[in-house]
Protein backbone atom coordinates (compact mmCIF):
# COMPACT_ATOMS: atom_id res chain seq x y z
CA UNK A 1 0.00 0.00 0.00
CA UNK A 2 0.98 3.64 -0.75
CA UNK A 3 1.89 5.54 2.30
CA UNK A 4 1.65 9.23 3.19
CA UNK A 5 4.27 11.24 3.67
CA UNK A 6 4.35 11.57 7.66
CA UNK A 7 7.06 13.76 8.23
CA UNK A 8 5.63 16.42 5.92
CA UNK A 9 2.37 15.97 7.86
CA UNK A 10 4.55 16.49 11.21
CA UNK A 11 6.48 19.72 9.95
CA UNK A 12 3.49 21.13 8.41
CA UNK A 13 0.92 20.74 11.30
CA UNK A 14 4.33 22.53 13.42
CA UNK A 15 4.46 25.43 11.02
CA UNK A 16 0.61 26.06 11.34
CA UNK A 17 0.49 25.82 14.46
CA UNK A 18 3.62 28.11 14.66
CA UNK A 19 2.06 30.27 12.02
CA UNK A 20 -1.57 30.43 14.08
CA UNK A 21 -2.93 28.62 11.48
CA UNK A 22 -3.93 25.79 13.54
CA UNK A 23 -5.33 27.84 17.18
CA UNK A 24 -3.47 25.76 19.75
CA UNK A 25 -2.46 27.01 23.48
CA UNK A 26 1.00 28.15 24.85
CA UNK A 27 1.52 24.40 25.44
CA UNK A 28 0.91 23.39 22.38
CA UNK A 29 2.70 26.31 20.78
CA UNK A 30 5.75 25.50 22.88
CA UNK A 31 6.08 21.74 22.53
CA UNK A 32 5.80 22.82 18.62
CA UNK A 33 8.90 24.91 19.12
CA UNK A 34 10.73 22.38 21.24
CA UNK A 35 10.55 20.32 18.29
CA UNK A 36 11.54 22.37 15.92
CA UNK A 37 14.26 23.94 17.81
CA UNK A 38 15.59 20.03 18.61
CA UNK A 39 15.53 19.80 14.68
CA UNK A 40 17.79 22.45 14.49
CA UNK A 41 20.78 21.59 17.24
CA UNK A 42 24.05 21.25 15.73
CA UNK A 43 25.70 19.26 18.97
CA UNK A 44 22.53 17.55 20.18
CA UNK A 45 23.50 13.93 21.49
CA UNK A 46 19.93 12.78 20.27
CA UNK A 47 19.46 12.36 16.22
CA UNK A 48 15.83 12.49 14.87
CA UNK A 49 15.56 9.11 12.42
CA UNK A 50 12.68 9.55 9.77
CA UNK A 51 12.33 5.67 9.38
CA UNK A 52 11.33 5.37 13.13
CA UNK A 53 9.77 8.41 12.98
CA UNK A 54 7.31 6.97 10.11
CA UNK A 55 7.30 3.31 11.04
CA UNK A 56 5.40 3.90 13.72
CA UNK A 57 2.67 5.93 11.68
CA UNK A 58 2.60 3.50 9.28
CA UNK A 59 1.95 0.86 11.71
CA UNK A 60 -1.00 2.67 13.53
CA UNK A 61 -3.20 3.02 10.06
CA UNK A 62 -2.69 -0.48 9.16
CA UNK A 63 -5.07 -0.74 12.28
CA UNK A 64 -8.94 -0.77 12.45
CA UNK A 65 -11.07 1.56 13.79
CA UNK A 66 -13.41 -1.00 15.92
CA UNK A 67 -16.08 1.50 17.30
CA UNK A 68 -18.39 4.29 15.87
CA UNK A 69 -19.40 5.32 12.32
CA UNK A 70 -15.38 4.24 10.89
CA UNK A 71 -15.46 1.08 12.73
CA UNK A 72 -13.88 -1.73 10.47
CA UNK A 73 -11.79 1.21 8.45
CA UNK A 74 -8.29 1.48 8.53
CA UNK A 75 -7.68 4.47 10.89
CA UNK A 76 -5.98 7.59 9.17
CA UNK A 77 -4.10 9.44 11.74
CA UNK A 78 -4.56 13.30 12.24
CA UNK A 79 -2.09 15.69 11.41
CA UNK A 80 -1.59 15.93 15.55
CA UNK A 81 -1.23 12.83 16.10
CA UNK A 82 1.33 12.31 13.46
CA UNK A 83 2.92 15.25 14.97
CA UNK A 84 3.06 13.49 18.71
CA UNK A 85 4.15 9.97 17.37
CA UNK A 86 6.72 10.81 14.82
CA UNK A 87 8.30 13.15 17.74
CA UNK A 88 8.07 10.52 20.51
CA UNK A 89 9.56 7.63 18.24
CA UNK A 90 11.90 9.53 16.03
CA UNK A 91 14.76 10.66 18.42
CA UNK A 92 17.38 8.34 19.06
CA UNK A 93 21.02 8.02 20.49
CA UNK A 94 23.85 6.79 19.64
CA UNK A 95 22.77 3.70 19.82
CA UNK A 96 19.54 3.74 18.12
CA UNK A 97 17.41 3.67 21.47
CA UNK A 98 14.44 5.81 22.01
CA UNK A 99 15.54 9.42 23.45
CA UNK A 100 11.93 9.44 25.38
CA UNK A 101 10.84 7.74 27.96
CA UNK A 102 7.74 9.00 29.39
CA UNK A 103 5.11 10.99 27.33
CA UNK A 104 2.51 13.00 28.83
CA UNK A 105 -0.73 13.33 26.96
CA UNK A 106 -3.36 15.79 27.90
CA UNK A 107 -6.32 16.21 25.38
CA UNK A 108 -10.37 16.15 26.18
CA UNK A 109 -12.84 13.45 25.82
CA UNK A 110 -13.52 12.56 22.45
CA UNK A 111 -10.06 13.27 20.52
CA UNK A 112 -9.06 9.51 19.54
CA UNK A 113 -7.41 8.77 22.76
CA UNK A 114 -8.16 5.26 23.36
CA UNK A 115 -7.87 4.58 19.48
CA UNK A 116 -4.05 5.84 19.73
CA UNK A 117 -2.95 4.49 23.05
CA UNK A 118 -4.14 0.70 21.46
CA UNK A 119 -2.06 1.58 18.48
CA UNK A 120 0.64 2.67 20.37
CA UNK A 121 0.47 -0.39 22.70
CA UNK A 122 0.60 -3.09 19.73
CA UNK A 123 3.29 -1.25 18.43
CA UNK A 124 5.65 -2.00 21.75
CA UNK A 125 4.41 -5.62 21.45
CA UNK A 126 5.19 -6.49 18.30
CA UNK A 127 7.23 -3.75 16.10
CA UNK A 128 9.83 -2.08 18.33
CA UNK A 129 12.47 -4.99 18.32
CA UNK A 130 11.99 -5.62 21.98
CA UNK A 131 12.95 -9.07 23.10
CA UNK A 132 10.20 -9.92 24.92
CA UNK A 133 8.03 -7.05 25.66
CA UNK A 134 6.09 -6.49 28.72
CA UNK A 135 3.24 -4.24 27.59
CA UNK A 136 0.49 -3.09 30.34
CA UNK A 137 -2.44 -1.04 29.57
CA UNK A 138 -2.25 -0.30 33.63
CA UNK A 139 -5.01 2.03 36.02
CA UNK A 140 -6.21 1.62 39.19
CA UNK A 141 -9.12 -0.20 38.31
CA UNK A 142 -9.38 -3.42 36.12
CA UNK A 143 -12.52 -2.01 34.16
CA UNK A 144 -9.98 1.36 33.31
CA UNK A 145 -7.48 -0.82 32.25
CA UNK A 146 -9.18 -3.01 30.19
CA UNK A 147 -10.23 0.09 27.94
CA UNK A 148 -7.35 0.08 26.19
CA UNK A 149 -6.64 -3.79 26.23
CA UNK A 150 -9.51 -4.25 25.04
CA UNK A 151 -9.17 -2.03 21.95
CA UNK A 152 -6.21 -3.43 21.29
CA UNK A 153 -7.46 -6.83 21.74
CA UNK A 154 -10.43 -5.86 18.97
CA UNK A 155 -7.86 -4.19 16.52
CA UNK A 156 -5.60 -7.99 16.67
CA UNK A 157 -8.65 -9.82 16.31
CA UNK A 158 -10.04 -7.89 12.80
CA UNK A 159 -6.54 -7.31 11.16
CA UNK A 160 -5.36 -10.74 9.90
CA UNK A 161 -2.71 -9.35 8.22
CA UNK A 162 -1.26 -8.23 11.64
CA UNK A 163 -1.69 -11.56 12.82
CA UNK A 164 -0.12 -13.40 10.31
CA UNK A 165 2.95 -11.18 9.68
CA UNK A 166 3.66 -10.73 13.57
CA UNK A 167 1.72 -14.00 14.79
CA UNK A 168 0.05 -12.14 17.26
CA UNK A 169 -2.45 -14.19 19.15
CA UNK A 170 -5.41 -13.24 21.75
CA UNK A 171 -7.14 -14.95 24.48
CA UNK A 172 -9.58 -13.67 27.36
CA UNK A 173 -6.77 -12.39 29.59
CA UNK A 174 -3.73 -11.21 27.01
CA UNK A 175 -2.70 -10.51 23.84
CA UNK A 176 0.41 -12.05 23.03
CA UNK A 177 3.23 -12.80 20.45
CA UNK A 178 4.87 -16.19 20.76
CA UNK A 179 7.91 -15.22 18.47
CA UNK A 180 9.19 -12.82 20.93
CA UNK A 181 7.82 -13.90 24.15
CA UNK A 182 5.98 -10.46 24.60
CA UNK A 183 2.38 -10.14 25.84
CA UNK A 184 0.11 -7.10 26.52
CA UNK A 185 -2.13 -7.46 29.37
CA UNK A 186 -4.53 -5.12 31.73
CA UNK A 187 -2.75 -4.35 35.04
CA UNK A 188 -5.18 -2.69 37.61
CA UNK A 189 -4.09 -2.15 41.34
CA UNK A 190 -7.59 -3.46 42.76
CA UNK A 191 -6.94 -6.70 40.93
CA UNK A 192 -5.04 -7.66 44.39
CA UNK A 193 -1.62 -9.11 44.66
CA UNK A 194 1.28 -7.12 44.23
CA UNK A 195 2.44 -5.37 41.30
CA UNK A 196 6.30 -5.74 41.69
CA UNK A 197 8.30 -7.80 40.00
CA UNK A 198 7.15 -6.51 36.63
CA UNK A 199 9.93 -5.85 33.72
CA UNK A 200 7.64 -2.91 31.75
CA UNK A 201 9.15 -2.47 28.14
CA UNK A 202 5.69 -0.30 27.73
CA UNK A 203 2.99 1.11 29.95
CA UNK A 204 -0.37 2.99 28.69
CA UNK A 205 -1.96 4.88 31.32
CA UNK A 206 -5.14 6.00 30.18
CA UNK A 207 -7.17 8.74 32.56
CA UNK A 208 -3.99 9.56 34.80
CA UNK A 209 -6.05 11.74 36.57
CA UNK A 210 -8.46 9.25 37.97
CA UNK A 211 -5.43 7.83 39.85
CA UNK A 212 -6.11 9.19 43.40
CA UNK A 213 -2.50 7.93 44.56
CA UNK A 214 0.85 7.68 42.86
CA UNK A 215 1.38 4.17 43.78
CA UNK A 216 0.56 2.58 39.90
CA UNK A 217 2.65 5.16 38.24
CA UNK A 218 5.56 4.80 40.93
CA UNK A 219 5.50 0.82 40.43
CA UNK A 220 5.62 1.66 36.51
CA UNK A 221 8.68 3.89 36.67
CA UNK A 222 10.74 1.27 39.00
CA UNK A 223 9.58 -1.60 36.57
CA UNK A 224 11.45 -0.09 33.84
CA UNK A 225 15.07 -0.09 34.92
CA UNK A 226 15.88 -3.22 32.80
CA UNK A 227 15.14 -1.97 29.63
CA UNK A 228 16.86 -0.21 27.60
CA UNK A 229 14.72 1.87 25.35
CA UNK A 230 10.66 2.09 27.46
CA UNK A 231 8.12 4.28 26.93
CA UNK A 232 5.43 5.07 29.64
CA UNK A 233 2.61 6.43 27.99
CA UNK A 234 0.56 8.47 30.20
CA UNK A 235 -2.91 10.19 28.27
CA UNK A 236 -5.65 11.88 30.65
CA UNK A 237 -8.03 14.41 30.11
CA UNK A 238 -8.06 17.45 32.94
CA UNK A 239 -9.36 16.77 36.22
CA UNK A 240 -10.17 17.78 39.97
CA UNK A 241 -7.49 16.71 42.11
CA UNK A 242 -4.22 19.30 42.28
CA UNK A 243 -2.36 16.92 44.67
CA UNK A 244 -1.99 13.59 42.95
CA UNK A 245 -0.13 11.75 40.12
CA UNK A 246 -1.90 13.25 37.27
CA UNK A 247 -1.58 16.83 38.21
CA UNK A 248 2.75 16.28 39.43
CA UNK A 249 3.37 15.32 36.03
CA UNK A 250 1.10 17.94 34.48
CA UNK A 251 3.18 20.57 36.21
CA UNK A 252 6.45 18.75 35.32
CA UNK A 253 5.34 18.71 31.90
CA UNK A 254 4.87 22.87 32.10
CA UNK A 255 8.33 23.24 33.34
CA UNK A 256 9.71 21.29 30.55
CA UNK A 257 7.96 23.46 27.77
CA UNK A 258 8.27 26.50 29.19
CA UNK A 259 12.41 26.07 29.28
CA UNK A 260 12.03 26.27 32.59
CA UNK A 261 13.72 22.51 33.28
CA UNK A 262 15.27 20.45 30.90
CA UNK A 263 14.18 16.96 30.91
CA UNK A 264 15.16 15.42 27.10
CA UNK A 265 14.03 12.09 27.67
CA UNK A 266 10.53 13.92 28.84
CA UNK A 267 7.63 13.98 26.51
CA UNK A 268 5.19 17.01 27.65
CA UNK A 269 1.64 18.21 25.44
CA UNK A 270 -1.23 19.56 26.58
CA UNK A 271 -4.10 20.65 25.23
CA UNK A 272 -6.28 22.97 26.48
CA UNK A 273 -7.45 26.99 26.59
CA UNK A 274 -5.45 29.95 27.46
CA UNK A 275 -5.43 31.60 30.43
CA UNK A 276 -6.56 34.96 28.91
CA UNK A 277 -9.47 33.18 26.98
CA UNK A 278 -13.05 33.12 27.58
CA UNK A 279 -14.44 29.69 27.69
CA UNK A 280 -17.75 30.50 26.12
CA UNK A 281 -16.22 31.97 22.96
CA UNK A 282 -16.73 29.39 20.36
CA UNK A 283 -13.52 30.63 18.80
CA UNK A 284 -11.47 28.91 21.39
CA UNK A 285 -13.06 25.81 21.56
CA UNK A 286 -10.57 24.22 18.97
CA UNK A 287 -7.44 25.32 21.21
CA UNK A 288 -8.36 22.07 23.20
CA UNK A 289 -10.09 19.63 20.84
CA UNK A 290 -7.09 18.59 18.42
CA UNK A 291 -9.53 16.52 16.37
CA UNK A 292 -11.95 19.59 16.16
CA UNK A 293 -14.38 18.41 13.30
CA UNK A 294 -13.31 14.65 12.87
CA UNK A 295 -14.01 13.02 15.79
CA UNK A 296 -15.16 16.34 18.03
CA UNK A 297 -18.61 17.47 17.12
CA UNK A 298 -18.35 21.35 16.88
CA UNK A 299 -22.56 21.40 17.30
CA UNK A 300 -22.05 18.72 20.10
CA UNK A 301 -19.42 20.78 21.64
CA UNK A 302 -21.85 23.90 21.48
CA UNK A 303 -24.70 22.54 23.21
CA UNK A 304 -22.66 20.96 26.26
CA UNK A 305 -21.66 24.63 25.99
CA UNK A 306 -24.91 25.88 26.43
CA UNK A 307 -25.75 24.21 29.00
CA UNK A 308 -22.66 25.10 31.01
CA UNK A 309 -23.35 28.66 30.99
CA UNK A 310 -26.93 28.25 32.23
CA UNK A 311 -25.97 25.42 34.85
CA UNK A 312 -23.86 26.28 36.93
CA UNK A 313 -23.38 22.51 38.24
CA UNK A 314 -22.40 21.52 35.16
CA UNK A 315 -19.70 24.49 33.97
CA UNK A 316 -16.89 22.43 35.73
CA UNK A 317 -17.57 19.56 34.04
CA UNK A 318 -17.62 21.27 30.46
CA UNK A 319 -14.39 23.06 31.57
CA UNK A 320 -12.33 20.19 32.40
CA UNK A 321 -13.99 17.25 29.89
CA UNK A 322 -14.07 19.28 27.27
CA UNK A 323 -11.88 22.06 27.44
CA UNK A 324 -9.12 20.22 29.72
CA UNK A 325 -8.68 22.94 32.15
CA UNK A 326 -8.29 22.19 35.51
CA UNK A 327 -10.86 22.67 38.49
CA UNK A 328 -10.80 21.26 41.91
CA UNK A 329 -14.22 20.39 43.06
CA UNK A 330 -17.60 20.55 41.79
CA UNK A 331 -18.73 23.57 42.89
CA UNK A 332 -15.71 25.72 43.55
CA UNK A 333 -15.25 29.06 44.78
CA UNK A 334 -11.74 30.48 43.34
CA UNK A 335 -11.51 30.83 39.66
CA UNK A 336 -7.52 29.23 39.70
CA UNK A 337 -6.88 30.64 36.24
CA UNK A 338 -6.97 33.95 38.00
CA UNK A 339 -5.09 32.59 41.02
CA UNK A 340 -2.60 31.09 38.89
CA UNK A 341 -2.04 34.49 36.89
CA UNK A 342 -1.37 35.86 40.57
CA UNK A 343 1.60 33.50 40.76
CA UNK A 344 5.10 35.45 40.94
CA UNK A 345 8.01 32.54 42.08
CA UNK A 346 10.60 35.31 42.01
CA UNK A 347 8.81 36.86 45.82
CA UNK A 348 10.37 35.83 49.14
CA UNK A 349 9.63 36.90 52.60
CA UNK A 350 13.45 38.36 52.68
CA UNK A 351 11.95 41.03 50.37
CA UNK A 352 9.08 42.18 52.93
CA UNK A 353 11.56 43.30 56.20
CA UNK A 354 9.91 45.81 57.79
CA UNK A 355 6.86 46.14 55.88
CA UNK A 356 3.21 45.84 57.45
CA UNK A 357 2.22 42.56 58.03
CA UNK A 358 -1.04 41.16 59.48
CA UNK A 359 -1.13 37.24 60.31
CA UNK A 360 -3.82 34.81 59.93
CA UNK A 361 -3.53 31.80 62.11
CA UNK A 362 -5.76 28.70 61.83
CA UNK A 363 -4.27 25.74 64.03
CA UNK A 364 -5.16 21.84 63.31
CA UNK A 365 -6.36 18.46 65.07
CA UNK A 366 -4.26 15.85 64.65
CA UNK A 367 -4.87 15.21 61.19
CA UNK A 368 -5.12 18.67 59.68
CA UNK A 369 -2.57 21.33 58.70
CA UNK A 370 -1.92 23.74 61.31
CA UNK A 371 -0.59 26.82 59.64
CA UNK A 372 -0.02 30.84 59.68
CA UNK A 373 -0.60 33.42 56.73
CA UNK A 374 1.63 36.76 56.44
CA UNK A 375 -0.15 38.99 54.84
CA UNK A 376 1.51 42.13 53.41
CA UNK A 377 -0.10 45.37 51.57
CA UNK A 378 2.69 47.63 49.62
CA UNK A 379 1.70 49.98 47.00
CA UNK A 380 -1.58 49.05 46.73
CA UNK A 381 -0.65 45.20 46.05
CA UNK A 382 -1.18 42.27 48.46
CA UNK A 383 1.27 39.79 49.01
CA UNK A 384 1.16 36.69 50.85
CA UNK A 385 3.34 34.02 52.00
CA UNK A 386 2.63 30.81 54.28
CA UNK A 387 3.96 28.59 57.11
CA UNK A 388 2.06 24.95 57.58
CA UNK A 389 2.83 22.09 60.06
CA UNK A 390 1.78 18.75 60.08
CA UNK A 391 2.50 15.81 62.53
CA UNK A 392 5.21 13.08 60.96
CA UNK A 393 2.18 10.67 61.33
CA UNK A 394 -0.03 12.26 59.53
CA UNK A 395 2.26 12.68 57.07
CA UNK A 396 3.28 9.19 56.75
CA UNK A 397 -0.35 7.90 55.75
CA UNK A 398 -0.37 6.50 52.00
CA UNK A 399 -3.30 8.81 50.69
CA UNK A 400 -1.33 11.88 52.05
CA UNK A 401 2.65 11.31 50.10
CA UNK A 402 2.04 14.67 48.66
CA UNK A 403 2.70 16.13 52.31
CA UNK A 404 5.89 13.94 52.16
CA UNK A 405 6.89 15.48 48.73
CA UNK A 406 6.13 18.85 49.86
CA UNK A 407 8.15 18.41 53.37
CA UNK A 408 11.57 16.93 50.74
CA UNK A 409 10.75 20.62 49.31
CA UNK A 410 11.06 22.44 52.54
CA UNK A 411 7.48 24.08 51.96
CA UNK A 412 6.28 21.73 55.45
CA UNK A 413 7.55 21.77 58.85
CA UNK A 414 6.59 18.07 59.56
CA UNK A 415 6.84 18.35 63.94
CA UNK A 416 7.39 14.60 65.92
CA UNK A 417 4.48 12.35 66.83
CA UNK A 418 0.93 11.87 66.10
CA UNK A 419 0.24 15.17 66.95
CA UNK A 420 1.47 18.96 65.92
CA UNK A 421 3.81 20.36 68.38
CA UNK A 422 2.83 23.96 68.87
CA UNK A 423 6.36 24.86 69.85
CA UNK A 424 7.30 25.00 66.30
CA UNK A 425 4.80 27.73 65.19
CA UNK A 426 5.43 29.80 68.28
CA UNK A 427 9.14 29.86 67.55
CA UNK A 428 8.83 30.76 63.69
CA UNK A 429 6.16 33.62 64.90
CA UNK A 430 8.39 34.79 67.19
CA UNK A 431 11.16 35.29 64.30
CA UNK A 432 8.90 36.14 61.81
CA UNK A 433 8.27 39.29 64.13
CA UNK A 434 12.01 40.04 64.35
CA UNK A 435 11.80 40.65 60.78
CA UNK A 436 8.47 42.35 59.66
CA UNK A 437 5.89 44.72 61.75
CA UNK A 438 3.38 42.12 62.82
CA UNK A 439 0.02 44.34 63.43
CA UNK A 440 -2.35 41.44 64.38
CA UNK A 441 -2.77 37.56 64.77
CA UNK A 442 -5.85 37.01 64.22
CA UNK A 443 -6.71 33.69 65.88
CA UNK A 444 -9.68 31.05 66.10
CA UNK A 445 -9.84 30.13 69.75
CA UNK A 446 -10.38 26.33 68.53
CA UNK A 447 -7.35 24.76 69.35
CA UNK A 448 -5.34 27.88 70.03
CA UNK A 449 -5.98 29.69 73.87
CA UNK A 450 -3.33 27.86 75.04
CA UNK A 451 -1.02 29.32 72.34
CA UNK A 452 -2.52 32.76 72.05
CA UNK A 453 -1.82 33.12 76.08
CA UNK A 454 1.64 31.82 75.92
CA UNK A 455 2.33 35.00 73.31
CA UNK A 456 0.22 37.44 74.44
CA UNK A 457 1.94 37.39 77.85
CA UNK A 458 5.08 37.80 75.47
CA UNK A 459 3.55 41.09 73.86
CA UNK A 460 2.33 39.44 70.37
CA UNK A 461 -0.80 41.38 69.06
CA UNK A 462 -2.94 37.97 69.48
CA UNK A 463 -6.82 38.80 68.44
CA UNK A 464 -9.36 36.38 68.76
CA UNK A 465 -10.97 36.18 65.00
CA UNK A 466 -13.44 32.96 65.24
CA UNK A 467 -14.68 31.79 61.86
CA UNK A 468 -18.17 32.39 61.96
CA UNK A 469 -19.83 33.41 59.13
CA UNK A 470 -19.93 37.16 59.35
CA UNK A 471 -16.09 36.99 60.05
CA UNK A 472 -15.29 34.86 56.74
CA UNK A 473 -17.88 36.52 53.87
CA UNK A 474 -16.58 39.69 53.51
CA UNK A 475 -12.79 38.45 53.67
CA UNK A 476 -13.56 35.72 51.38
CA UNK A 477 -14.96 38.48 49.05
CA UNK A 478 -12.60 40.81 48.82
CA UNK A 479 -10.28 38.08 48.53
CA UNK A 480 -11.38 36.61 45.16
CA UNK A 481 -12.23 40.99 44.37
CA UNK A 482 -8.14 41.29 44.84
CA UNK A 483 -7.23 37.98 42.91
CA UNK A 484 -9.43 38.79 39.49
CA UNK A 485 -8.63 42.15 39.88
CA UNK A 486 -4.72 40.78 39.60
CA UNK A 487 -3.48 42.91 42.49
CA UNK A 488 -3.02 40.18 44.60
CA UNK A 489 0.63 37.93 44.25
CA UNK A 490 1.87 35.01 45.99
CA UNK A 491 4.86 32.48 45.26
CA UNK A 492 3.08 30.30 43.62
CA UNK A 493 3.66 27.69 46.37
CA UNK A 494 1.79 24.81 45.46
CA UNK A 495 0.44 24.15 49.65
CA UNK A 496 -1.71 27.04 49.22
CA UNK A 497 -2.97 26.71 46.00
CA UNK A 498 -3.86 23.36 46.36
CA UNK A 499 -5.96 24.50 49.72
CA UNK A 500 -7.35 27.67 47.62
CA UNK A 501 -8.69 24.90 45.11
CA UNK A 502 -9.98 22.92 47.70
CA UNK A 503 -12.60 25.61 48.78
CA UNK A 504 -16.46 25.64 47.88
CA UNK A 505 -18.54 28.72 48.54
CA UNK A 506 -21.47 28.34 50.66
CA UNK A 507 -24.17 30.88 49.93
CA UNK A 508 -26.16 31.51 52.27
CA UNK A 509 -29.73 33.62 52.04
CA UNK A 510 -28.05 36.79 52.48
CA UNK A 511 -25.44 36.53 49.94
CA UNK A 512 -22.93 35.81 52.83
CA UNK A 513 -20.49 32.90 51.76
CA UNK A 514 -18.29 30.95 53.84
CA UNK A 515 -15.36 28.47 52.68
CA UNK A 516 -16.07 24.85 52.99
CA UNK A 517 -14.95 21.45 51.63
CA UNK A 518 -16.44 18.68 49.91
CA UNK A 519 -14.52 16.01 51.09
CA UNK A 520 -12.29 15.38 54.27
CA UNK A 521 -9.18 14.85 52.39
CA UNK A 522 -9.50 18.01 50.74
CA UNK A 523 -7.98 20.66 53.26
CA UNK A 524 -8.82 23.98 53.05
CA UNK A 525 -6.84 25.38 56.32
CA UNK A 526 -4.10 27.15 54.41
CA UNK A 527 -7.41 29.17 52.67
CA UNK A 528 -8.78 29.73 55.92
CA UNK A 529 -5.45 31.51 57.41
CA UNK A 530 -5.69 33.52 54.53
CA UNK A 531 -9.25 34.85 54.76
CA UNK A 532 -8.46 35.41 58.25
CA UNK A 533 -5.40 37.48 57.30
CA UNK A 534 -7.61 39.46 55.10
CA UNK A 535 -10.50 39.77 57.48
CA UNK A 536 -7.15 41.19 59.95
CA UNK A 537 -6.45 43.75 57.90
CA UNK A 538 -9.70 44.75 56.65
CA UNK A 539 -10.50 45.31 60.60
CA UNK A 540 -7.39 47.28 61.01
CA UNK A 541 -7.60 49.91 58.22
CA UNK A 542 -11.20 50.27 59.46
CA UNK A 543 -10.26 51.43 63.80
CA UNK A 544 -7.04 52.64 65.05
CA UNK A 545 -3.72 51.63 64.00
CA UNK A 546 -3.04 48.25 66.54
CA UNK A 547 0.29 48.28 68.39
CA UNK A 548 3.48 46.51 66.33
CA UNK A 549 5.51 43.72 68.15
CA UNK A 550 8.61 43.48 68.02
CA UNK A 551 11.84 41.77 70.29
Same mark, same amino acid.
Given at each position: MAYRDYIKIANGYISDVLSGKIPACRYVVNACER??????????????????????????????????????????????????????????????????? /?AYVEVPRKNAKSTISSGVALYLLCADGEGGPEVYSAATTRDQAKIVWDDAKRMVDRCPDLREYFGVQSSAHAVFVPSNAGVLKALARDQ?????????????VDELHAHKTREVWDVLETATGARSQPLIWGITTAGFNRTGICY???????????????????????? /???????WTDPKVWAKANPNWGVSVSPDDIARKARKAMEMAAATNNFLTKHL??????? /???MNMRAWDACADPSLTLEQFAGVPCWVGLD?????????????????????????????????????????????????LTLTPGNVTDFEYIENDLREDACRHEIRMVGYDP?????????????????????????????????LEALVLSGKFRHNGCPVLTWAISNVVAHLDAKENIYPRKEFPENKIDPAVALIMAIGEYQTATQTAEPEIWSL
Open positions: QRDDLKRKKFRYTFNTDKATRICRFIEQLPHIKGIWAGKPIVLDAWQVFLLTTIFGWVDSKGLRRFK /TGGNLDGLNIHGAIEQRAYSIKILDRVHADEEYFGIIY /TIDESDDNVWVNAD /TSWLATKTDLAVYILLFEKDGMYYAFGRYYLPEEAAEDGRSSHYQGWARQGLWQATYLATRLTAEGLPMYEYRQTVQNMSEPMKQ
